[in-house]
């Protein structure tokens, strides 16, 4: 498909972990990305990874990344309510600084 | 380093006016770009400039318009507006490449009357 898709809803408990999943279009794609956005704000990078690795991660956040089944994942380790918030993964396409972005996953933290 | 910045954050427009928005990027980034947030259509991309030329062009009308400084600063303008035009407009700064991470802007949002 041409869609960058994304579950739209996740509700955790604070102090779970979050699994954010994302299924992106273009095999060609160099860097994926992951960007946060809080509620009347811009778009926040959280984290990106180069289309060669399987795996990054960076403090609480890990990325895995299946290039076989274009599958991209965000794991929120010990999630807290300042998680809260949007996030969309997103895919370089055509080899430019365009970005297709999935419509996002609402991140709900309870307490 | 200051971090992508947007004016105006609000603006509030009717229908057949038109619009300019601005954007300057982080220092020492070259290449700004322009996305529309809506709540039905989610972010798309409607251009990028780079060395105040436009490098890549999303799938907008042309009542969408850019350009680009040469101080890296950069503008978006829509003409003829329309109630549909109403959202967050986010811009994003890079170094230089091709797929180079992009840092964006706090956005302004658009309303139209």
């Known amino acids: 498909g041409e869609d960058v898709e994304q579950s739209l809803f996740l509700s955790v408990r604070e102090g779970d972990s979050s699994v954010i999943n994302c299924t992106y279009t273009?095999?060609?794609?160099?860097?994926l990305y992951w960007y946060k956005q809080e509620p009347g704000a811009g778009l926040q990078l959280l984290t990106y990874?180069?289309?060669?690795?399987d795996m990054k991660q960076d403090q609480r956040l890990t990325v895995l990344l299946n290039k076989k089944d274009k599958h991209l994942s965000l794991r929120i380790a010990d999630t807290q309510t300042g998680d809260s918030a949007i996030y969309f993964c997103?895919?370089?396409?055509?080899?430019?600084?365009?970005?297709?972005f999935g419509a996002g996953t609402r991140l709900t933290v309870k307490p | 380093k200051a971090g992508v910045t947007q004016t105006p954050r609000y603006l509030i427009k009717t229908r057949g006016q038109q619009v300019t928005l601005s954007c300057s990027p982080i220092?020492?980034?070259?290449?700004v770009s322009w996305y529309q947030q809506t709540p039905g259509q989610g972010l798309q991309f409607l251009f990028e400039?780079?060395?105040?030329?436009?490098?890549n062009k999303g799938n907008f009308p042309g009542r969408f318009s850019g350009r680009q400084f040469s101080n890296s600063r950069s503008e978006m303008n829509v003409s003829t507006l329309e109630l549909g035009d109403s959202a967050l407009y986010l811009c994003?700064?890079?170094?230089?490449?091709?797929?180079?991470?992009?840092?964006f802007g706090p956005g302004t949002r658009l309303l139209v009357l």
């Open positions: 994003a700064s890079s170094l230089a490449d091709i797929q180079e991470t992009q840092y």
């Open positions: 273009d095999s060609s794609s160099t860097y």
């Open positions: 400039y780079f060395s105040e030329t436009q490098r």
């Open positions: 990874i180069f289309s060669n690795m």
């Open positions: 997103a895919e370089s396409i055509n080899g430019n600084n365009d970005m297709r």
């Open positions: 220092s020492g980034h070259r290449s």
